[in-house]
């Protein structure tokens, strides 16, 4: 006899039961960004969103993935994602990708985003590094948009690709991208963050998904660090990593890890997201 297969389309009453984490994850990592400047440690910032989490009555959802104990990932330069928050100091022009997430009454939200700290002394890399992550915030909110009237999944993955392509010469990392999400944090289906073959699950009411583009100034290859879990480019060349956690309900979408539900991403391509009820 086959086993039953979850559905990736949440109920209306579960997926209402998800705004909790979504909040928990925004303000996790609201305050993770404001604790990103030079000279602070990534233990401290991840040490700070913990304590939020644990505030808004949730855990890190990260720390229930086997193996891993930090409430975030924080990837650096040329680290991609699943970096590990150690002690170095962020130092001046770095470019920051954090990566977090909440679990809730058991309900799950992910989210990403990515900065760059100020440095003088080196405007041009500055400059570099901010229109790379300005890149992939306009692909993810790219992203996001296509989903609200798509009629099946993979149409996000080419708006994302098609976003990437206008901002400049930047790769898109393939092999990590984004996902569904529910009572777990990994769930079917996959989200591509570029063009690929069919179409897709339907895009309808229920579906809740994690939208996570990552994309690098060089070559898209990538490596392992030896720590087993850092993701890096192989070139040394800059990375910048983006998330969002949305769902498609009856009136429309809403993103659950933005306290605006997402409007002032959506705002410029026309898409006005609509609160769960």
């Given at each position: 006899?086959?086993?039953?297969?979850?559905?990736?389309?949440?109920?209306?009453?579960?997926?209402?039961?998800?705004?909790?984490?979504?909040?928990?994850?925004?303000?996790?990592?609201?305050?993770?960004?404001?604790?990103?400047?030079?000279?602070?440690?990534?233990?401290?910032?991840?040490?700070?969103?913990?304590?939020?989490?644990?505030?808004?009555?949730?855990?890190?959802?990260f720390q229930l993935v086997p193996g891993y104990r930090h409430t975030l990932c924080i990837s650096v330069d040329d680290d991609i994602v699943h970096g590990?928050?150690?002690?170095?100091?962020?130092?001046?022009?770095?470019?920051v990708s954090v990566d977090g997430g909440a679990e809730v009454d058991g309900w799950n939200g992910d989210a990403a985003f990515t900065v760059v700290l100020?440095?003088?002394?080196?405007?041009?890399?500055?400059?570099?590094?901010?229109?790379?992550?300005?890149?992939?915030?306009?692909?993810?909110?790219?992203?996001?948009?296509?989903?609200?009237?798509?009629?099946?999944?993979?149409?996000?993955?080419?708006?994302?690709?098609?976003?990437?392509?206008?901002?400049?010469?930047?790769?898109?990392?393939?092999?990590?991208?984004?996902?569904?999400?529910?009572?777990?944090?990994?769930?079917?289906?996959?989200?591509?963050?570029?063009?690929?073959?069919?179409?897709?699950?339907a895009v309808r009411p229920g579906l809740v998904v994690a939208i996570e583009p990552m994309i690098v100034a060089g070559a898209i290859d990538t490596v392992?660090?030896?720590?087993?879990?850092?993701?890096?480019?192989?070139?040394?060349?800059?990375?910048?990593?983006?998330?969002?956690?949305?769902?498609?309900?009856?009136?429309?979408?809403?993103?659950?890890?933005?306290?605006?539900?997402?409007?002032?991403?959506?705002?410029?391509?026309?898409?006005?997201?609509?609160?769960?009820?």
């Amino acid at each position: 006899m086959f086993g039953r297969t979850r559905s990736i389309y949440k109920s209306p009453h579960e997926l209402r039961a998800m705004i909790p984490a979504g909040a928990a994850t925004a303000a996790a990592l609201a305050e993770a960004r404001d604790r990103i400047v030079v000279g602070a440690t990534p233990l401290e910032v991840d040490a700070a969103a913990d304590e939020v989490i644990r505030s808004l009555g949730g855990r890190s959802n990260f720390q229930l993935v086997p193996g891993y104990r930090h409430t975030l990932c924080i990837s650096v330069d040329d680290d991609i994602v699943h970096g590990i928050p150690g002690d170095r100091p962020f130092r001046p022009g770095d470019i920051v990708s954090v990566d977090g997430g909440a679990e809730v009454d058991g309900w799950n939200g992910d989210a990403a985003f990515t900065v760059v700290l100020p440095d003088p002394a080196r405007p041009d890399v500055v400059a570099a590094r901010e229109a790379l992550a300005a890149a992939a915030e306009r692909s993810l909110w790219h992203g996001i948009a296509a989903l609200a009237s798509a009629r099946h999944l993979h149409e996000v993955g080419a708006a994302i690709e098609d976003a990437v392509e206008a901002a400049g010469d930047y790769g898109i990392i393939e092999g990590y991208g984004g996902h569904g999400i529910g009572r777990s944090m990994h769930e079917e289906p996959s989200v591509y963050n570029h063009r690929v073959r069919g179409r897709g699950p339907a895009v309808r009411p229920g579906l809740v998904v994690a939208i996570e583009p990552m994309i690098v100034a060089g070559a898209i290859d990538t490596v392992v660090r030896d720590d087993g879990w850092t993701v890096t480019t192989s070139d040394g060349a800059d990375s910048a990593h983006v998330e969002h956690t949305v769902a498609v309900h009856d009136g429309g979408i809403w993103v659950l890890t933005a306290p605006d539900g997402g409007a002032a991403g959506l705002a410029p391509l026309g898409v006005v997201p609509v609160p769960i009820t």
